[in-house]
């Protein structure tokens, strides 16, 4: 079989192809979904195994390339670190025919390839994505997580936002209960933006401010784009946490979405960050080196989802700049 492999990481390229090679497979390699889809274009191939995290272009978007060129399409399956049952459905959506979570042993590569096969052959590979009727807010929405650092750095970032009527703000900051509701006044200071503690069932309007309050998880439902609270239990141990706010914005966005993660102590946004990057959204990193605690930012680019990476003084200006690029952008679809 000829199988194209398309993976940024030397290593785990490398053990690819000494698998598939061993295993007397054809293999030809591409460092990112970029190079894939060129060498898809130009020859077929029986097997696509490509990572979901790459640079220029992701695994998700890929496969969705993929199906949707109308050339004869492979078994396509992703391959990433985000071993959830959402990354699953995520990477299924997309056209994939099947997800494998890293790390991985030999056997379950090969296992996965034969069974996809003989179901592809029986034309039951994956459809593509459905259409769900669901029309995407007009509006972009912009993520924002901090933790240990996160009253000063968040106010430093907001005032240098722009007031805009483009996009709506989420924002999980990690503390207690006490600390949203002192907190709230000072960032309404900073900004022209109205600024409110997320309620449930709340409304999202364009141009305003929304803080996660304590002990509960903020998400928007993307059905009728409005604010929910859940007593879900804790992710990353905090509550609110990003993930889940993060995840919800790439179901009701899709690309029209911006993450940023800022100062903080663990990982909390990281994997919820690639669920904005791999819809097509736009995932920025506060610079570590001008964090107060570097852990939340610096796990984003070391999973090499970060698109920008901006020190703290100018993140308000880079957030706003992306703003109006990407409402220009999407300005025929509002």
């Known amino acids: 079989m000829k199988i194209l492999i398309a993976e940024d990481d030397l290593v785990s390229r490398t053990l690819l192809e000494k698998i598939l090679f061993k295993a007397g497979h054809e293999v030809v390699s591409a460092r990112n979904g970029a190079?894939?889809?060129?060498?898809?274009?130009?020859?077929?191939?029986d097997v696509l195994l490509t990572d979901w995290m790459m640079p220029e272009m992701d695994g998700i978007e890929l496969?969705?390339?993929?199906?949707?060129?109308?050339?004869?399409?492979p078994l396509i399956i992703v391959i990433t670190a985000l071993a959830l049952r959402e990354a699953r459905a995520r990477a299924l959506d997309s056209g994939a025919d099947d997800y494998l979570a890293?790390?991985?042993?030999?056997?379950?590569?090969?296992?996965?390839?034969?069974?996809?096969?003989?179901?592809?052959?029986?034309?039951?590979?994956?459809?593509a994505p459905r259409a769900t009727?669901?029309?995407?807010?007009?509006?972009?929405?912009?993520?924002?997580?901090?933790?240990?650092?996160?009253?000063?750095t968040l106010l430093k970032l907001f005032s240098g936002i722009e007031a805009t009527a483009d996009a709506a703000f989420f924002v999980v900051l990690h503390g207690p209960v006490w600390l949203f509701e002192t907190f709230l006044p000072r960032l309404q200071a900073q900004t022209a933006m109205k600024v409110s503690l997320g309620e449930d069932g709340l409304s999202v309007r364009p141009g305003e401010i929304y803080l996660a309050p304590g002990g509960r998880h903020m998400v928007v439902d993307a059905q009728r784009a409005v604010i929910r609270l859940n007593d879900d239990p804790e992710e990353n141990y905090v509550k609110p946490a990003a993930d889940p706010l993060f995840r919800s914005l790439a179901r009701a966005f899709g690309r029209r979405t911006i993450g940023v993660v800022a100062t903080g102590m663990g990982r909390d946004g990281t994997i919820g960050a690639g669920y904005l990057a791999a819809g097509g959204g736009l995932v920025i990193a506060q610079d570590p080196a001008t964090a107060i605690l570097p852990s939340m930012p610096q796990s984003v680019i070391d999973l090499r989802i970060a698109k920008i990476i901006s020190p703290l003084d100018s993140l308000g200006g880079v957030?706003?700049?992306?703003?109006?690029?990407?409402?220009?952008?999407?300005?025929?679809?509002f």
Do not use: C
């Open 63 to 73: 496969a969705q390339r993929v199906r949707r060129s109308g050339l004869p399409a």
């Open 35 to 45: 190079e894939a889809w060129e060498l898809f274009k130009r020859s077929p191939f």
């Open 133 to 152: 009727g669901f029309r995407l807010p007009n509006m972009i929405a912009v993520g924002v997580a901090a933790s240990t650092g996160g009253p000063p």
């Open 102 to 127: 890293k790390p991985y042993a030999p056997e379950e590569v090969l296992s996965l390839m034969d069974s996809g096969l003989r179901r592809l052959r029986q034309g039951g590979g994956a459809a």
């Open 319 to 333: 957030v706003s700049g992306n703003i109006k690029k990407m409402a220009k952008e999407f300005a025929r679809e």
